[in-house]
């Protein structure tokens, strides 16, 4: 769905709010104050608040699975790969905070979405990260004798970890810290898949 100025509006207010307040403590109205429209006018755009959260979670899966189709086709080293996939998490952390901490908070870990359709939005970016493992076993980068769905899993739930202590800990993100991570994180998962 294309956003007008309005639906905008409503979708950074919603961001705010849901973060604040959790999604089962947030309202519409919440949500309408925040954004300095009437109540009518975000039933009007999104219908529910149900409608307005889905609009809002679609819209972080569809720019991770964009990020991971951008690198399954870049012809860049594997490393790098790795590394715009981190640096994807830093950069949602640093820049859409909102964003990222409903991801952490509200998907993440959120009993909704571990239903089947909230399942398979997780399994979609691990088929995706699953491909981009394959690719480096290709290459003779990554060792053969473990799954790449396995080095999807690893390689994934190592950047959700450490996002998770920054959301939950609102801890800082200095430009030395953003690269220690990129780079601890990458050294760690190839120093155990390497090709021996």
């Known amino acids: 769905m294309a956003k007008n100025d309005k639906q905008e509006l409503i979708v950074d207010a919603a961001l705010a709010v849901f973060r604040e307040k959790g999604y089962s403590n947030t309202r519409m109205a919440d949500i309408a104050k925040r954004a300095g429209v009437s109540y009518g006018l975000v039933y009007h755009y999104f219908g529910s608040k149900e409608v307005l959260f889905d609009v809002i979670v679609e819209g972080w899966w569809n720019s991770y699975y964009q990020m991971l189709e951008e690198q399954k086709q870049s012809v860049s080293d594997f490393e790098d790969k790795l590394a715009n996939i981190v640096r994807f998490f830093l950069y949602m952390y640093a820049n859409k905070p909102d964003l990222i ?4 908070t509200e998907v993440s870990r959120s009993s909704i979405y571990h239903t089947a359709r909230g399942l398979a939005k997780f399994r979609k970016s691990l088929a995706l990260c699953e491909e981009i493992m394959v690719d480096g076993q290709k290459q003779g980068i990554l060792r053969k004798d473990v799954g790449p769905h396995y080095m999807a899993y690893f390689f994934s739930g190592a950047i959700e970890a450490f996002i998770s202590i920054l959301v939950l800990g609102n801890e800082p993100l200095s430009k030395a810290r953003e690269e220690r991570t990129v780079n601890g ?6 120093n155990g898949t390497l090709a021996k």
């Open 101 to 104: 901490s409903i991801f952490v």
């Open 185 to 190: 994180i990458i050294q760690i998962f190839l």
